[in-house]
């Protein structure tokens, strides 16, 4: 396949919104409420927004150009960028990472179908805070339940995958990712009306400088890294099907922007509720399947059609919020095996689900049946989480920087930035320096403090 005749998205609003899609996941839904309550409400955000300019749009920039030029797949792109060199490796790692990712958070993604389901039988109704956790314990543990659910959201996946770039990834983007903001601003605005939400307003727009310290540096580096998709291969698959016009600087800011705000407006939806009712949210899945149902049920369960409707409608956003993730993390390595090993799209698509389904049984079971069975003291689910999110991410990021910003050729990195020279880049010296010094070692801090070693 040449540069020419590659498949392309056709638009480009199809650009914009299949990237931030990509990006857009459980974790601006969860992770960000949860590190935002820990670390000073609005002082954490401020910080969050200058990493993201500083680190996460630099990196995606490089990711975005590196995929683009080479017109190829994540691993493809570094052989035909650095051919006979090591650098093929950061390519193949990022395959690998997309598709352990994809093994163990296809198990959450398959929880959000169960929800949805126990929300619209009016599940929550009458239970206790107690009895939350033993029905969400009870359903985790389940040995084909979870498993059920995880298969039917790949196969969803697998169906928008198997018809194509445009048809398949583009047109689900531009119908779901719409659906998502608007889920997210209704449920905002009911949230926001609630009595005694002020307190969780003024906690998520007050700063509080106090609780600034140096964790809560790291902490936003690492939340705008890890929430903007970096270093598992998306963004560079994606970019290969970019469009030669795509600016990519501008979508870069875009994608950042968008993701962000699903970020806030989430926060928007979970601090006033959880304030509401005297709730403080906490971390993990715990939050979307054991908090927050019993946020709803206290705060709207008085007018049960109400607590019903708002119930199916966080759920329905989770799930499309988890789905358009999938579809990002199935597209690398569907893309890998299409293209080095001249497998047709559809038999690609086939291995890699089918692979999915066998990582993400055994990581769903290692919750329940097989819990006793630990590596490194950890589930299976738990050690994919630890490899893929404290290891293998930040290693892809640091590389890709290091690739751009010391490696490659400067002529390509400026003729990708402004369009072979049609475009004013007024940061690309900027730009260049943050690659090759400031990311480095920010995703090195942030890398030795996930593994706890400046603790």
């Given at each position: 396949m040449t540069r020419n005749d590659r498949a392309n998205f056709g638009s480009k609003i199809g650009v914009i919104l299949a990237s931030a899609g990509s990006a857009v996941g459980l974790g601006n839904i969860w992770r960000f409420p949860f590190e935002t309550g820990n670390h000073g409400g609005a002082a954490f955000i401020l910080i969050y927004l200058a990493c993201v300019l500083i680190l996460g749009i630099p990196i995606m920039i490089a990711e975005f150009l590196i995929g683009r030029h080479s017109r190829a797949n994540t691993a493809g792109a570094y052989q035909k960028l650095a051919p006979g060199t090591l650098w093929r490796w950061i390519g193949r790692m990022g395959v690998l990472t997309g598709f352990l990712i994809l093994g163990y958070y296809s198990v959450v993604a398959g929880w959000t179908l169960e929800f949805i389901g126990e929300a619209a039988a009016n599940g929550f109704a009458g239970k206790s805070a107690a009895d939350f956790i033993s029905s969400f314990n009870s359903f985790v543990g389940n040995p084909w339940r979870p498993v059920l659910w995880m298969v039917l959201f790949l196969l969803a996946t697998h169906f928008i995958i198997v018809k194509g770039v445009e048809k398949g990834i583009e047109k689900s983007a531009k119908i779901m990712m719409p659906m998502l903001f608007i889920l997210l601003i209704i449920l905002a605005v009911c949230s926001v009306s609630l009595p005694g939400a002020g307190a969780g307003i003024e906690f998520l727009l007050k700063p509080d400088f106090s609780k600034v310290d140096g964790n809560v540096l790291l902490g936003a580096?690492?939340?705008?890294?890890?929430?903007?998709?970096?270093?598992?291969?998306?963004?560079?698959?994606?970019?290969?099907?970019?469009?030669?016009?795509?600016?990519?600087?501008?979508?870069?800011f875009n994608v950042a922007a968008i993701d962000t705000l699903v970020a806030v407006l989430a926060g928007f939806i979970i601090f006033p509720a959880a304030?509401?009712?005297?709730?403080?949210?906490d971390a993990g899945p715990s939050l979307l399947f054991i908090t927050l149902p019993n946020v709803f049920q206290q705060a709207f369960g008085g007018v049960p059609w109400l607590a019903v409707l708002l119930s199916v409608m966080f759920y329905?956003?989770?799930?499309?919020?988890?789905?358009?993730?999938?579809?990002?993390?199935?597209?690398?390595?569907?893309?890998?095996?299409?293209?080095?090993?001249?497998?047709?799209?559809?038999?690609?698509?086939?291995?890699?689900?089918?692979?999915?389904?066998?990582?993400?049984?055994?990581?769903?079971?290692?919750?329940?049946?097989?819990?006793?069975?630990?590596i490194f003291g950890m589930t299976l689910f738990d050690l994919f989480d630890f490899v893929t999110a404290k290891i293998m991410l930040p290693t892809g990021?640091?590389?890709?920087?290091?690739?751009?910003?010391?490696?490659?050729?400067?002529?390509?990195?400026?003729?990708?930035?402004?369009?072979?020279?049609?475009?004013?880049?007024?940061?690309?010296?900027?730009?260049?320096?943050?690659?090759?010094?400031?990311?480095?070692?920010?995703?090195?801090?942030?890398?030795?403090?996930?593994?706890?070693?400046?603790?």
């Open positions: 580096m690492g939340q705008a890294f890890f929430s903007l998709s970096l270093g598992m291969g998306c963004l560079c698959t994606y970019a290969s099907y970019f469009r030669s016009d795509t600016n990519l600087s501008k979508t870069s304030f509401s009712v005297g709730i403080q949210p329905v956003l989770l799930a499309l919020a988890a789905l358009t993730s999938t579809i990002s993390l199935h597209e690398v390595a569907t893309a890998y095996l299409h293209e080095e090993f001249d497998f047709t799209r559809g038999k690609a698509a086939k291995l890699v689900t089918a692979g999915c389904i066998f990582l993400g049984a055994l990581s769903s079971l290692s919750l329940g049946a097989g819990k006793e069975y630990t990021g640091f590389f890709i920087a290091i690739f751009t910003g010391w490696y490659l050729d400067k002529k390509i990195v400026w003729e990708e930035i402004s369009n072979d020279g049609t475009l004013k880049v007024h940061i690309y010296r900027l730009l260049l320096f943050i690659l090759k010094f400031i990311a480095p070692i920010g995703i090195a801090i942030i890398f030795i403090n996930e593994l706890g070693l400046l603790r």
